[in-house]
């Protein structure tokens, strides 16, 4: 069935710091050699269990103020084996009205997405903007429960 357990990250390597500059500890990431053939892998697809309420999932740290029998989420996630496949230099053939999903390019003026305040003040504010150009003006944009994640190249 493939390699399950590989990680996009696996290919993340530190920038080369000068040292008469200061270390922003960014990360580049070497996309691997393409790949034309498909490979497996295991996504989670969620739903929730219950249709008459709006999916939920508490916070461990706001549990404890809720009933003792109070589930912590109403989400069911379903595993699946899919092909996953190398688009790169296909992007433009696939669009959001039928994939459900495609590419953009962007630049961004953050220089550091590990620093927090960097990414709560410009990052999200960009991607917002971003996608109210994409979508339309009319639509919501809400960006919530993001994190920076800190990766270890191996």
Excluded at 88 to 106: A, D, I, N, T, V
């Amino acid at each position: 069935m493939g390699n399950l357990t590989s990680s996009p990250f696996s290919n993340l390597h530190p920038l080369p710091s000068d040292p008469g500059e200061q270390d922003l500890s960014l990360l580049i990431m070497t996309p691997p050699p393409p790949n034309p053939e498909p490979q497996k892998a295991i996504l989670s697809y969620f739903s929730h269990s219950n249709q008459a309420t709006k999916p939920y999932e508490i916070l461990p740290s706001v549990l404890s103020s809720y009933p003792q029998d109070h589930p912590a989420s109403n989400l069911v996630f379903n595993p699946r084996v899919v092909d996953i496949q190398d688009v790169r230099g296909r992007e433009e053939e696939f669009s959001l009205e039928c994939h459900g999903f495609c590419f953009l390019r962007c630049q961004t003026r953050v220089r550091d997405l590990k620093d927090e305040k960097e990414v709560e003040g410009t990052y999200i504010p960009e991607i917002e903007a971003l996608l109210r150009k994409e979508l339309g003006e009319g639509v919501r944009v809400f960006v919530f429960g993001w994190k920076v994640c800190h990766f270890s190249p191996k």
